[in-house]
């Protein structure tokens, strides 16, 4: 059975950093895209960054580029999401989620079916 778990949200300040985690059971890490989303009350579900754990292409939005950094650790089969400089409207329920092989762009909610429970991150003004 594949799942995901996501930790690492919480309240943070503008300006601040989190790491989210996402460790992953159930499949071949190596295999797989690794992707984040988040979804804003109101809004849609936004895909955020991804990495091709297989050859370690990483894509990210424009909104987070240069202060985002997406990996993972196939030994751990853990992704992450290092967020620097935040700003309010980062503010979200952030997912990981996982797909098989190869990464499509831009990164869409549809193109997942594997899913994780979602971390709230909050920032403050």
């Known amino acids: 059975e594949v799942q995901l778990v996501e930790s690492g949200g919480g309240l943070v300040q503008a300006g601040g950093s989190l790491r989210l985690s996402c460790a992953a059971s159930g499949f071949t890490f190596d295999n797989y895209v690794i992707a984040w989303f988040r979804q804003a009350p109101g809004k849609e579900r936004e895909g955020v960054s991804c990495?091709?754990?297989?050859?370690?292409?990483?894509y990210y939005t424009d909104s987070v580029k240069g202060r985002f950094t997406v990996s993972s650790d196939n030994a751990k089969n853990t992704g992450y999401l290092q967020m620097n400089s935040l700003k309010p409207e980062d503010t979200a329920v952030y997912y990981c989620a996982a797909r098989r092989r190869r990464v499509t762009l831009p990164i869409h909610p549809a193109d997942y079916p594997y899913w994780g429970q979602g971390t709230q991150v909050t920032v403050s003004s």
């Open positions: 990495i091709s754990n297989s050859d370690g292409s990483t």
